[in-house]
């Protein structure tokens, strides 16, 4: 089976976190912590409101890794693929409540014999301001 994935290959995704989605990551993971859930403690933050979880914007890389998926498998692309993890990854910025994100999943390796392929994540606010990165590594079974 060759694994049909170019350098450059890219998808996009786009999210406008609410709070509905900080609540319901916050129930689901446990993590109740004050940045993402009380709004009065938040206040008097150096962000002045409330924020998103960073593990959140790890689910849309997530998102994105699958989106990758869908394309590659539109193209013909056979087997199944999973997420072997994320390198360098670093938030950089707040997402706010109300803030749209879009994560941009490159393609920036293809190994063939090891059937891996490595891409660029990035993660924009709707200001185009950087708010996280990381390496998305996915395996091609």
Do not use: C
């Not at 694994?3 to 999210?15: F, Q, R, S, T, W």
């Not at 938040?42 to 998102?63: C, D, E, F």
């Not at 193209?75 to 706010?96: H, I, K, S």
């Not at 941009?104 to 708010?131: C, F, P, S």
């Amino acid at each position: 089976m060759t694994l049909k994935a170019n350098v450059g290959d890219k998808v996009i995704v786009e999210k406008t976190v609410g709070e509905v989605d900080v609540t319901l990551f916050a129930g689901l993971s446990g993590d109740h912590y004050a940045a993402h859930t009380n709004h009065e403690f938040m206040k008097t933050s150096a962000y002045g409101q409330r924020i998103a979880h960073g593990a959140l914007l790890v689910g849309y890389m997530s998102a994105a890794s699958t989106r990758m998926i869908e394309y590659a498998q539109r193209n013909g692309q056979e087997g199944t693929p999973v997420a072997l993890g994320y390198d360098r990854m670093r938030f950089l910025g707040p997402v706010f409540f109300g803030d749209t994100v879009t994560v941009d999943y490159t393609l920036t390796a293809v190994d063939h014999e090891k059937r891996r392929t490595t891409a660029q994540i990035n993660i924009r606010n709707q200001r185009g301001e950087l708010v996280a990165v990381a390496e998305g590594l996915l395996k091609w079974l």
